[in-house]
Structures are given as C-alpha cells and as structure tokens.
C-alpha cells in the first residue's frame, strides 16, 4: 500500500476520470446483481406459473441489463486504460528527466542497458498493473452483492462456502509474496538483456571487426536463459493460483448441488431458487478468480514500482542551492582550494589548489588517468567535490545557479555526441535561448572549419547529423562540436582533447578559430599536441589526481621534470 500510495500525486489529474471508471464498474456490477432474480422469476415466477407474459418481459429485460453492461465495460476500460497510458508516460517522463540531472557518478556506476529498460519494461509492467487494481476494486463489490443474494436464497450453506476463505487467503499470501520476489529478479533480468542488445547495436563495428559474433551470441544466450528462467518462476506462481482456487471452488460447488438437491427433493426448496443459486455461484466464480489473480498479479507491478520509485528519490544529483545566485558577471578569477574527488574508494584528485585569473589558458598535460577530465567536470558541478571548494571570485560554485553556471561554461569533448538532428540545430544546440540566427550558425561554422564539409552535402546545413551524429565522419562530428561551443560564446571554455579527431591541415584551421575564440576568455584545454599547449599561458601537470608543476612551456622545459619526460615522449614518438 505504501508503493501504490506514491501513485496519488500521478493520478491526482484524472481522479474525476476514475470517479467515472468506478461508476461503469458500479454499473457492471450491477447487471451481474440483477442475474439471479431473473433467473428466479424465469422459474419460480413464470415457468412454474405458466405466465406467458412474465415469460417475455424476464429474457428483454436480461438482453437489456446485458447491453448497459457491455457498454459499461467498454467505457470502463477506456477510460482506464488511457489514464493508465497518461500516468505511465508521466512516470517515463519523470524518469527520463531525473536520468537527465543525475550526476556522472550514478552513471559511472550504472548499465545504461538497465536505465532503458526501467523506462520501457518497468513501465509496461506497471501500465498491466492499472488493470488489475480496476479488478481489485471492482470485483469485491461484486462478489460482496452476489454474497448478499446467497445469503439471502440460503444463508447456512453461504457460511460454509465462507469458510473456505480463510484458507484461500493464506495460499494466495504465500504465492504472492514468492511473485514478489522473482518479479525483481525478473526486471533484474530484463535489465541485462537489454543491456546486451543495446552493447551489441552500440558495438557493432568492434563485433564484426574482431569476429565477436559467437560470443555476443554465447553473451545473449546466458541473460535470455536467465531472464527465461525468472519468467518461469513468476509464471508458475501466477498461474498456480488459478487451479487452487478452482479445486477449492469445485469442492464447494460439489457439496452445494448435494445440499441443495436434498433440500429440493424434500420439498423446502424450489427450481427456481436452486437455479437463482447456482446463477448467483457462477456469476460470483469470475469476480472471485479475478480477485485471486489480481492479488498475486499485482506483485509483478508493485515490484517494478519500488525500482521507479528508486531511481526517482535517487539522491545522486547534483543539488541545487535553495539560495542560488547568479553567474557573477565581472568576475576575476577562478580557485580550486584544497579540491579532492574519488569513484568509490580509489582517489581521483589529491589536495588541488590552483588560482586561475580571468583570459588565462591553463593546458592540462598528464597520463591517462591522472585526472584532467576529472578537474575540468568538477567546474561544470557534474559532480561536487570530496572535500574543498572551487571558487569564482570568493563564490563557491555550488552557491551559484546551476543553469547559469553551464550557461557560461561551454565544453568540446574528445568523445563528441551530436544529436540526431540537422547540422544547423546541432550547432544552435549551444544556447536554444538565442533566436534562430543563420548568419551566426554559418560563422561558427566557417570559425570551425566545419562549413567546407557542410556546403558539399546535399542539404547543407539541414544535412541529418544521424544517431550520435554516425552519418558523419569523426574529423567531421569533431568540426560540428567546436561550432556548438563558438555558438555558445561562453566565457569559460573546456577544450578536452577538442582537435584530437582532426587532420593536421583541418586542425590547423581550426585551431585558427579557436585562437580567435580563446582570446579575452578563460580556457582549459586538455590536450597532447606540442602546438596546442606550448601556447597556453601556464600548463598544469598532473600526475595521479595531484598537480606536480605549473609554469609556461619554457620554464617547464628548463626545469626538465614531468613536463620535459612528457616533451620528449612525444617527440620520440
């Protein structure tokens, strides 16, 4: 009840649409409560007294409470049904979003394959489970009205039958928490299938490259037996309850027809009521094996509820401050103090302390894994700080507006992600805020050296970038970022390995715009190339999440320590 109380504030909006999904159910149930005294007064009332005029009006009246009750029932799923399809898509899209302002951490952590399949699977799951509570609150109301007419035609032999409740209630129990159970290792499951599917389409160039194919399919072989598996377990349990619950009500059903049957031969009972019992008995069978299933059913939703329900009050976010304030706008510097970060238990960066005046461009040069990416993720609050602070003039950056902050930080990334939109759009990807100006768009373009590929394209600029921008080459994907960051005209900019992807005459060019681009602007440029950090104002050398050295690319040479090794590397190379 707890998980299913957490659907109110989704279902508040259509709560005068389920007022009238429970009227149609009223109105179903009550065509099943007008079934047995049909069936009474067809026997006892005109059968029994040859009343050729109550024989005609019983059946008109049974084909007319049948159509209201088609009719009900239509409605009633309807409706339910498309508000069920609206709290779903508002459950996927919550959770897209939350997905979208969870921190690198979470997702450093976590099988995307996974987070896909909660918005897909868990929600189809969840979207079934609308139809089963309908029936949980519908069908008692029948099965309560169809109690009343057995009790009514034959109250000590009702008692009895109610005895079996007890007993019912227990099985069913016991099953439904195992469903429970194995619903999560079913989703669990589900997870990693669609986690290997989405690797195989993600790596399909890899799988043919290498000749992966069998072991991919080996790979899907083992999650599909699982995931198998798991729906063997859920399935058996779910229908488990079926059978149980109908040998139980065979049972009964076998001593009522003895009951009655005596009752009728010795004379104190009619046709006509065993009739109007036995229709009461075989109404009240559905709403009961509705009942039944939909208790041990509604696991599977529930448990898909607590794993949405998880991620959604996940507290991996990078929290906003409740007293945000602006980007400062005649800011001076930039200040790590005493910055450490770690994944986990391993330590990323160490004690970071640098001041960075405004136009500076600081390079950051180190080996794999020394922490550049790291130091520049932090200014962009992807994630916040062990301990320390980063500082723009004396304001903590988590004090600031977030939106604001990224406002006007504007990044290039060695692993380029364009969206699968026109070039033009990709480009204005950078501030959607400013109006549609082509001349701008063409311009960072041309600064990029993107706009020579761009006019040879058939659509030229409304040229589809493709998923993940896969219709263009790497050199070219790299072309389109550095546009969207010049579009942007931020007044920090992160350059990660930004011209990596480049052949020497486009990075040449591009590195032209980026001159242009860097000037007046505070820049951090993670890069390898001679010719891009011999022009930085100071380099910062890291080495194992700590900073070793800093000075320009003259005094590091002569001081021959990390830097110089670095240097001569890469000439050797």
């Not at 709560?15 to 026997?43: C, D, H, N, Q």
């Not at 109250?155 to 159970?181: D, E, H, Q």
């Not at 009728?264 to 009461?280: K, L, V, W």
Request: net charge positive; glycine share 6%; charged share 25%.
């Amino acid at each position: 009840m707890k998980i299913l109380k957490r659907l109110i504030p989704y279902a508040a909006p259509y709560k005068w649409r389920f007022v009238t999904v429970i009227f149609f159910g009223l109105l179903m149930s009550g065509a099943y409560f007008a079934m047995p005294w049909m069936v009474k007064e067809l026997f006892d009332g005109a059968i029994n007294n040859k009343d050729k005029g109550r024989l005609i009006i019983v059946p008109v009246m049974l084909v007319g409470i049948y159509t209201v009750h088609a009719i009900a029932r239509y409605c009633h799923l309807f409706i339910l049904k498309m508000s069920a399809e609206r709290i779903c898509t508002q459950l996927q899209k919550n959770l897209q979003e939350k997905y979208m302002y969870l921190n690198l951490s979470y997702y450093n952590s976590t099988d995307s394959g996974g987070m896909i399949s909660k918005v897909i699977s868990d929600v189809g799951v969840i979207l079934h489970g609308f139809k089963i509570m309908a029936d949980l609150i519908r069908e008692p109301i029948t099965i309560v009205g169809m109690l009343c007419w057995l009790v009514y035609l034959n109250w000590k032999l009702t008692l009895i039958i109610l005895a079996l409740g007890p007993i019912t209630v227990f099985i069913l129990n016991r099953i439904a928490r195992s469903v429970k159970k194995y619903a999560h290792s079913q989703q669990e499951s589900m997870e990693k299938l669609t986690s290997n599917l989405k690797e195989t389409v993600d790596g399909v160039r890899i799988i043919q490259s290498f000749n992966l194919q069998e072991e991919m399919k080996r790979r899907l072989r083992v999650v599909v037996d699982q995931y198998l598996n798991m729906r063997r377990m859920v399935i058996s349990r779910q229908e488990g309850a079926g059978p149980i619950s109908e040998i139980l009500g065979a049972s009964a059903f076998g001593a009522i027809l003895y009951y009655i049957g005596l009752d009728i031969i010795d004379g104190s009972s009619t046709i006509g009521s065993f009739m109007a019992y036995f229709a009461a008995l075989a109404v009240i069978q559905n709403p009961i094996k509705k009942l039944q299933d939909g208790f041990v059913r509604i696991q599977q939703p529930i448990a898909s509820l607590e794993r949405l329900f998880e991620i959604l009050d996940s507290g991996d976010v990078v929290k906003e401050s409740p007293n945000a304030v602006p980007f400062p706008k005649n800011w001076s510097s930039i200040t790590y103090k005493g910055v450490n970060f770690k994944y986990g238990d391993e330590p990323i960066l160490r004690d970071v302390n640098i001041e960075v005046k405004r136009g500076e461009i600081i390079a950051l040069v180190g080996e794999s894994g020394s922490g550049k990416s790291t130091f520049v993720n932090l200014l962009e609050r992807f994630f916040d700080p062990e301990h320390g602070e980063i500082l723009i003039d004396n304001i903590n950056i988590q004090n600031i507006s977030l939106k604001d902050l990224r406002k006007n930080v504007a990044l290039v990334s060695q692993d380029v992600f364009l969206f699968n939109d026109s070039i033009s759009r990709n480009i204005q990807s950078g501030d959607f805020q400013k109006s549609e100006d082509k001349r701008l768009i063409s311009e960072s373009a041309k600064m990029a050296n993107a706009d020579v590929f761009i006019n040879k394209t058939p659509g030229k600029f409304e040229t589809m970038a493709g998923d993940r921008g896969g219709r263009l080459s790497g050199g070219e994907k790299q072309r389109v970022s550095i546009a969207r960051a010049i579009y942007k005209d931020a007044p920090i900019l992160i350059l990660d390995e930004a011209t990596s992807a480049l052949d020497s005459v486009s990075e040449q060019e591009v590195q032209k715009g980026l001159d242009q681009l860097m000037q007046g602007r505070t820049a951090f440029v993670i890069a390898h190339r001679l010719s891009t950090i011999s022009k930085a104002d100071r380099i910062v050398v890291m080495k194992k999440g700590e900073i070793v050295e800093i000075g320009s690319h003259s005094e590091l040479m002569e001081k021959k320590g990390q830097y110089f090794q670095f240097q001569q590397l890469q000439t050797l190379a």
